[in-house]
């Protein structure tokens, strides 16, 4: 039998179940009289939502429709679908610790990333609970892609990815604009990182140029640093060292002086070096990578993700 984990369908049966009674209750409405609108009985709705049965994409767009969910419901469906249909690969861990929502605990993070996207479809306009919502989910997001294997989690970061496109288009102020912009890069290149993972180096780039684009049309240095010390790494899994020399030196150029960004291409480009037999030369990159490490807070170093420090 393979020990290979799988997203549980009963938590994701669930998730879809709290989601759609949180909608409901939201309207007012009782299940009954949800039930009248999508045309089905109020006890089928009540089914659903104790997870009893696994209800139709019909039923759903019907639901969707009465709540007035834009799309939101069916999004979780979606994403249910497709989580009890994708293996995870690569002998990762399962995610250790449940999430837990105000409906109860949901058992798998990816399927719990379903339930933040319709909570954000609960907000009116772009408030304040809007924008920190998706930044919050922006983060956990990041956090479960160290222990959550690409394709399992894929599908949940291009929802939010999609659900941030939409937040642009509802005309935000300038600020909330920058903000969206930079939860979108931030989003595009975590993409990235997991369709290379995954082995698709074509939607891999391509994320990561969005993710660029992105970072500079925000003005956010550190996401552009970051995007392109991804640039980086890749040249040197390929053995490109020249290349990753180059990528490195430019990340560090646009790199904030005191950030991980900067300590993680010094890095780069001290492998770089190493690879292309300058000894000198990657023991000062070394040296750079450690002076700015020393920099950083104790805080940022604990909760970084530096790869290959020696």
């Given at each position: 039998m393979s020990n290979t984990p799988t997203v549980d369908p009963g938590a994701s049966s669930a998730c879809l179940g709290a989601v759609l009674r949180r909608l409901r209750t939201l309207q007012g409405l009782t299940q009954a009289g949800l039930g009248r609108l999508a045309g089905y009985d109020g006890s089928y709705i009540s089914a659903v939502e104790r997870a009893a049965v696994r209800p139709s994409r019909e039923l759903v767009e019907r639901c969707d429709r009465a709540l007035r969910a834009d799309g939101a419901l069916l999004m979780v469906w979606s994403l249910a679908e497709v989580g009890e249909h994708v293996p995870a690969t690569g002998g990762a861990e399962p995610i250790p610790e449940a999430a837990t929502t105000d409906d109860g605990p949901v058992p798998d993070r990816g399927v719990f990333e379903a339930v933040e996207v319709a909570r954000l479809a609960e907000a009116s306009g772009l408030g304040p609970g809007t924008l920190a919502g998706t930044e919050r989910s922006v983060g956990r997001l990041r956090d479960a892609a160290a222990t959550?294997?690409?394709?399992?989690?894929?599908?949940?970061?291009?929802?939010?990815?999609?659900?941030?496109?939409?937040?642009?288009?509802?005309?935000?102020?300038?600020?909330?604009?920058?903000?969206?912009?930079a939860a979108a890069g931030w989003l595009a290149l975590l993409a990235a990182r997991l369709w290379f993972d995954a082995g698709d180096r074509e939607a891999a780039e391509a994320s990561r140029d969005a993710a660029l684009r992105l970072?500079?049309?925000?003005?956010q240095a550190e996401l552009a640093a970051w995007a392109v010390e991804a640039a980086a790494l890749w040249a040197l899994v390929d053995g490109r060292s020249r290349d990753a020399l180059e990528l490195?030196?430019?990340?560090?150029?646009?790199?904030?002086?005191?950030?991980?960004?900067?300590?993680?291409?010094?890095?780069?480009?001290?492998?770089?070096?190493?690879?292309?037999?300058?000894?000198?030369?990657?023991?000062?990159?070394?040296?750079q990578a450690a002076l700015t490490r020393a920099m950083l807070p104790a805080a940022a170093v604990e909760n970084a993700a530096i790869a290959r420090v020696d």
């Amino acid at each position: 039998m393979s020990n290979t984990p799988t997203v549980d369908p009963g938590a994701s049966s669930a998730c879809l179940g709290a989601v759609l009674r949180r909608l409901r209750t939201l309207q007012g409405l009782t299940q009954a009289g949800l039930g009248r609108l999508a045309g089905y009985d109020g006890s089928y709705i009540s089914a659903v939502e104790r997870a009893a049965v696994r209800p139709s994409r019909e039923l759903v767009e019907r639901c969707d429709r009465a709540l007035r969910a834009d799309g939101a419901l069916l999004m979780v469906w979606s994403l249910a679908e497709v989580g009890e249909h994708v293996p995870a690969t690569g002998g990762a861990e399962p995610i250790p610790e449940a999430a837990t929502t105000d409906d109860g605990p949901v058992p798998d993070r990816g399927v719990f990333e379903a339930v933040e996207v319709a909570r954000l479809a609960e907000a009116s306009g772009l408030g304040p609970g809007t924008l920190a919502g998706t930044e919050r989910s922006v983060g956990r997001l990041r956090d479960a892609a160290a222990t959550t294997p690409p394709e399992a989690l894929l599908p949940a970061v291009l929802a939010q990815l999609r659900y941030a496109g939409r937040l642009l288009a509802a005309r935000p102020t300038l600020g909330q604009h920058r903000r969206l912009l930079a939860a979108a890069g931030w989003l595009a290149l975590l993409a990235a990182r997991l369709w290379f993972d995954a082995g698709d180096r074509e939607a891999a780039e391509a994320s990561r140029d969005a993710a660029l684009r992105l970072a500079r049309q925000a003005g956010q240095a550190e996401l552009a640093a970051w995007a392109v010390e991804a640039a980086a790494l890749w040249a040197l899994v390929d053995g490109r060292s020249r290349d990753a020399l180059e990528l490195a030196r430019a990340g560090q150029d646009l790199a904030p002086p005191a950030s991980v960004a900067a300590v993680q291409l010094a890095l780069d480009e001290a492998q770089a070096w190493t690879s292309l037999g300058e000894r000198d030369q990657a023991e000062g990159a070394r040296r750079q990578a450690a002076l700015t490490r020393a920099m950083l807070p104790a805080a940022a170093v604990e909760n970084a993700a530096i790869a290959r420090v020696d």
